[in-house]
């Protein structure tokens, strides 16, 4: 689907809402599994979880962060020393060098603060839109809406978007979607997709969306 095909998607605005109000009825405490208390180690935190699950990120900063809190602490160590304390992390080294990377961007231009634009963020080393709309989000409660795999393949299924490309179908969530709802959406989406709507063997005849579900399987 090319970018002119995104733009005309157009799902039924009615049944939107009708997904969305399922969605907040079966997950009202919905939130970021991300275990955090600033938005720098959010932003760790995130950079970490690319092809790993957030419980194994938790178990790795729970330690991390005892000892390493800001952007400054993080310049202190090298890049082997960082490997060591992420190891049990998939693809450990190019995360540790983008990193401390974007901590030496943090000290030198930010004074050692995150910053809570798009355009900033996404200059830094190793964070791409979904990091930086799910820092935007749940750091600085900016309406933003990250698109990962759960987010994409739940919403293919319930034909809220169409196609793979994240940012295509960023954009058409977005377009049904009111932005006062953006934030959590995406971890309504998020939690249906670990809870119910697995890759494999979705739990459809149990998901309260069966109704609505165009991909439901209920035989």
Same mark, same amino acid.
């Given at each position: 689907m090319n970018k002119t095909e995104a733009r005309v998607f157009t799902p039924d605005p009615q049944k939107v809402q009708a997904i969305l109000h399922l969605l907040e009825l079966t997950y009202p405490d919905a939130h970021c599994e991300l275990n955090f208390t600033s938005p720098f180690e959010l932003l760790i935190a995130t950079m970490l979880s690319a092809q790993a699950t957030d419980k194994k990120v938790n178990q790795v900063t729970d330690k991390l962060f005892q000892h390493y809190k800001t952007p400054e602490d993080f310049c202190a160590l090298t890049q082997k020393e960082l490997e060591n304390l992420i190891k049990e992390i998939g693809l450990y080294h190019n995360k540790a060098k983008n990193i401390l990377a974007t901590c *030496? @961007?943090?000290?030198?231009k930010y004074d050692g603060k995150v910053p809570a634009t798009m355009e900033d963020l996404? !200059?830094?080393?190793?964070?791409g839109r979904k990091t930086a709309n799910v820092v935007l989000s749940n750091a600085f409660n900016i309406p933003a809406l990250a698109v990962d795999t759960h987010v994409a393949r739940v919403s293919n299924?319930? =034909?809220?978007a169409s =196609?793979?490309?994240?940012? $295509? @179908? !960023?954009e058409q969530l977005k377009r049904v979607i009111p932005s006062s709802q /953006? @934030?959590?959406? %995406? %971890? /309504?989406l998020i939690w249906h997709g *670990? *809870? $119910?709507c697995a890759a494999r063997s979705p739990k459809c005849p149990e998901c309260p969306l069966n109704h609505l579900c165009p991909s439901a399987q209920l035989v």
């Open positions: *030496r @961007i943090l000290v030198d996404t !200059e830094l080393p190793g964070v299924r319930l =034909g809220l =196609g793979s490309n994240p940012d $295509l @179908i !960023e /953006w @934030i959590q959406a %995406h %971890h /309504w *670990r *809870r $119910l």
